[in-house]
């Protein structure tokens, strides 16, 4: 479904991405994890088409998409999350979600009550969301990606800042929203979500892949021990 070949995006003199190569297949979870600036974000930034790659291809069900403008992407069947979240505060969770279908032919009312069930925001539907508790804004944002029935979807952080309880509630909307045939990603520092949500995991270092493979495999890695846990295990 989505394909990442040699894929490098560099900020000036930082090499943020280095010749990554990704495959990820429809119904496939991969996790994405590496220290604090080791080029996660901007991995979802290229994918979703918020940022060109400099070199390599994007291909999404074997067609390229990088170099398309960032407007398309959304209509391409690529929804994601944002770490720092990108919710119209003064807007209650309603009118957030239901904008979040404007990439689709036909918006539906009722797919928008479901999903505020669903994530058990129907009794926030009519507050702003600036007035949310951060956990079920995060949700807000999860449940304007899963309206778009996006074939591939992007979480950056989704528990980022939450309790140990607010994450495993968060892991069980993933887990259970989540349809299976959708292309999942998600990048997380919370290396227990991750393992229980992704059967195969990546790890960035300094924007190169340094390993991949099952959770039991890629966290016992000399090379993930050195660079992931020796110097920053982030809040994991
Ligand atoms: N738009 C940008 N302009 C300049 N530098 C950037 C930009 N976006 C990211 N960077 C730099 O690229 C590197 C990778 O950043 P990125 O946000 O992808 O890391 P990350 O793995 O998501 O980190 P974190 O875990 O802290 O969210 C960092 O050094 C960052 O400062
Ligand atoms: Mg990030």
Redesign the pocket.
């Known amino acids: 479904m989505l394909r990442l070949e040699c894929v490098s995006r560099r900020?000036?003199g930082?090499e943020?991405?280095k010749e990554l190569d990704l495959d990820v297949p429809a119904g496939a979870r991969l996790g994405l994890i590496?220290?604090?600036?080791?080029?996660?974000?901007?991995?979802l930034?290229l994918i979703s088409g918020v940022?060109a790659p400099d070199a390599g291809a994007i291909r999404l069900g074997g067609a390229r998409i990088d170099g398309r403008p960032a407007h398309r992407f959304a209509r391409l069947g690529i929804a994601r999350t944002f770490?720092n979240l990108r919710l119209v505060a003064h807007m209650t969770v309603r009118e957030n979600v239901w904008l979040a279908q404007h990439t689709l032919p036909a918006p539906r009312a009722a797919r928008v009550e479901d999903l505020l069930a669903a994530l058990g925001l129907a009794a926030w539907r009519d507050t702003p969301v600036s007035a949310l508790p951060l956990p079920q804004q995060r949700r807000v944002e999860l449940a304007r990606a899963l309206a778009r029935e996006p074939k591939v979807l992007l979480l950056?952080?989704p528990a980022g800042g939450m309790t140990p309880a607010e994450t495993q509630e968060m892991g069980d909307l993933v887990a259970r929203l989540v349809p299976a045939e959708t292309a999942l990603v998600v990048?997380e520092?919370k290396l227990d979500l991750v393992a229980r949500l992704c059967p195969r995991i990546a790890v960035?270092d300094f924007?190169r892949k340094i390993a991949e493979g099952a959770p039991g495999e890629v966290l016992n890695d000399a090379k993930v021990m050195e660079v992931y846990f020796g110097r920053d295990r982030?809040d994991a």
């Open positions: 900020f000036g930082l943020a991405v590496g220290p604090n600036g080791s080029g996660k974000t901007t991995v930034n940022l770490q950056d952080e990048v520092h960035l924007g982030g």
